[in-house]
């Protein structure tokens, strides 16, 4: 495993990378809003993303609303890439500056995530997702700084719930997000359940 950047897939700079036992090397690197728009519209128009909240967006939206993400500098894009495929869409943030910050107490070290797994290609990987989401983890945590990882998905999503569960997140309460209307992007208001791993747990489990 390495943090250090280095020649990513199709030449893009790979902020990250690790070596999975079963798939290869997996690289992190971040998502461009004009390349990356195409992929990433097909993956939340899918039925599937429903709880992304961005179905009814189309290929221009979804290029507006990374666009606009990419201009922050508390939330950050990314997609995880296996062999030239990306696999996984995951943002970050500052929950200080986020919605989620009205809804628990902010920790020094919290950063939050948002991640969309790509559709399934060929005969299905068990454990493939696992392993993703420990690449996702080992990135966000090669920043020293980094304490806690939380995450808030849909309360209805039980599948993402039983997978953070299973991936060492702690649950915590259902919360509910305020909704946010800006120029660039509307979020409407969101039920939760709150998840939270640990640098020590998720170390140990590495």
């Not at 909704?179 to 939270?196: C, G, M, N, Q, S």
Request: overall charge negative; proline content about 6%.
């Amino acid at each position: 495993m390495t943090t250090e950047a280095s020649a990513g897939p199709a030449g893009a700079e790979a902020l990250y990378r690790e070596t999975v036992e079963g798939l290869g090397t997996v690289h992190v690197r971040r998502l461009d809003p004009a390349r990356d728009a195409d992929v990433v519209h097909s993956w939340v128009s899918e039925d599937r993303a429903r709880f992304w909240g961005m179905g009814e967006t189309s290929r221009e939206e979804v290029r507006g609303i990374y666009e606009h993400l990419d201009s922050l500098t508390t939330h950050h894009a990314f997609l995880i890439v296996l062999d030239d495929e990306p696999v996984m869409l995951f943002q970050t943030y500052e929950p200080e500056a986020d919605r989620v910050s009205e809804c628990y107490e902010v920790e020094p070290g919290d950063i939050g995530v948002h991640l969309l797994m790509g559709p399934a290609k060929g005969s299905p990987r068990p454990g493939f997702t696992a392993a993703i989401l420990k690449v996702l983890v080992g990135h966000v945590l090669a920043d020293d700084g980094v304490r806690r990882i939380v995450a808030e998905p849909d309360v209805r999503n039980a599948k993402a719930i039983d997978r953070l569960r299973r991936s060492g997140f702690e649950l915590g309460s259902e919360i509910v997000l305020p909704e946010i209307d800006l120029p660039e992007v509307f979020l409407p208001e969101k039920r939760a359940r709150l998840a939270i791993l640990s640098r020590e747990t998720a170390e140990t489990l590495r």
